[in-house]
């Protein structure tokens, strides 16, 4: 077993370790070499708390392994970890998303219980082995994956998870296959623990593991070195096709969603969408060829057409299509009494608005602007017109709308005249009182509420300009 260290020189490396072989084998392999290749090396273990009494075991070993070599070592607890989820972790894929939240946070400098200091990592490395990587493809090939599933398991930037922090993971034993690595734990004596669950054929991983690599290498002699190969020709390709994305500037994030505008070329499309499936929600890892098929397609349908998969609604605009987590489509229906809300600063319904007098906002403009890093709005509206009843809401069915100078619409057909995507109609929000919406916040305010010659009291609505805010996306 002899990893390539040499382009993880001089970096601050945190080793992922279970107290499991591959995982003791890595921070082993890596304290032995670190003076050589400048790396300054430490180690976080992740208690799920899944098998009991066994994992608060295995994460002592490690506790106590790592102490031995004085090398740093950043503890987590599930039961211990804020989190608004107390229930305890129930399946794998809880337990990966809970250890990437993990490895986020020992990215950062900070001060432990203890008091001591924890001085932050450039990466979080992983025992991911070649049969690993072989696993992986086969698994993702049997569910129908494109050839971005097929690049297995590499090196990875991610961008934008919970945390904010960008996580770096490295996997110095890729190169390295399951037979090595139990030799070289077997030379050195390296400790370890063993995992009950690796033994069990719950999970799938596990029975392509025990089942079908063993036959498949029975079958085919040196089935994962050739899986392997494949691998990193497909992360070739991807990498290829990722430059291309952003060459022609094909995906867009916004406050609303992911935009993919309008490809053609099938194969460059497909892998727009899917980097802007991640780009939305990192986990999502049950996306199929015929997902992306669908948001091909979805290109050349009418205006307004959707699709929804994965808990992702994609839309069709002009130009473009934009994919919205469910998350922020399902915020309909929040109701704030509207009395009260004068000359403050206000998050109506999530989205910052703010309602001031005419005159502290002449006085004040520039500096309540700089709430916003987009273009305002400002309607201006008689405060006095506006019924004790009223409330700050998003959209209901049955609104109607009094146009400014105009008739009574149904609201739906008033965003329909401006323009407005149905994606972000769910985010506007209104003045209401009952189905009679007065002010369309950042759009227009109803003729019910209008300024005239008689108006003591003359307020502003301040908000994002909804029709500009969708143009420039």
Known sequence: ????????????????????????????????????????????????????????????????????????????????????????????????????????????????????????????????????????????????????????????????????????????????????????????????????????????????????LPELEKTVGGAVENIYRFSRLAAEDEEYFDKLIADKGLIKLTDFGAEIYFCEEKAVFKRAALKAVYLLKQNVRDYTSEHLQRLFGLQFAENGKKFEFLNITAYKEDGKLVLCSKNILDEAFKIQPFCGYKDEEQFFCGELCEIFSAERLEKEFETLSRCFSYKLKILKFDYDRIPESAVIRFVKPGDKFRKFGGGTKNLGDFFTDKKIPVRIRNKIPLIADGQNVLAVCGVEISEIIKVTKDTVNVYCVICADYRDLNEKE
Request: proline share 2%; glycine share 8%; charged share 30%.
């Open 1 to 212: 077993m002899k990893p390539n260290l040499e382009k993880y020189s001089g970096l601050k490396i945190c080793v992922a370790v279970s107290g499991g072989k591959d995982s003791m084998a890595l921070l082993n392999y890596l304290y032995l070499n670190a003076v050589e290749f400048n790396i300054e090396l430490s180690a976080l273990n992740c208690d799920h708390g899944m098998r009991g009494e066994n994992s608060a075991r295995d994460s002592a070993f490690v506790k106590e392994w790592c102490k031995q070599r004085k090398i740093p070592l950043l503890t987590f607890v599930w039961k211990d970890f804020d989190c608004e989820e107390k229930t305890g972790l129930k399946s794998e894929n809880e337990a990966r998303d809970w250890r990437r939240k993990c490895y986020c946070k020992a990215m950062s400098p900070q001060k432990l219980a203890d008091g001591t200091l924890w001085r932050g990592v450039d990466a979080v490395a992983t025992a991911h082995h070649k049969n690993d990587n072989a696993e992986s493809v086969l698994f993702n090939l049997a569910r129908g994956s494109g050839l971005a599933g097929l690049k297995g398991i590499t090196d990875s930037q991610l961008n934008g998870l919970d945390s904010g922090v960008n996580l770096k993971l490295i996997r110095p034993l890729i190169c390295c296959s399951r037979a090595e690595i139990d030799e070289y734990v077997r030379v050195n004596g390296v400790e370890y623990v063993e995992d009950e669950s690796n033994f069990t054929e719950n999970y799938t991983r596990n029975k392509i593991r025990m089942r079908v």
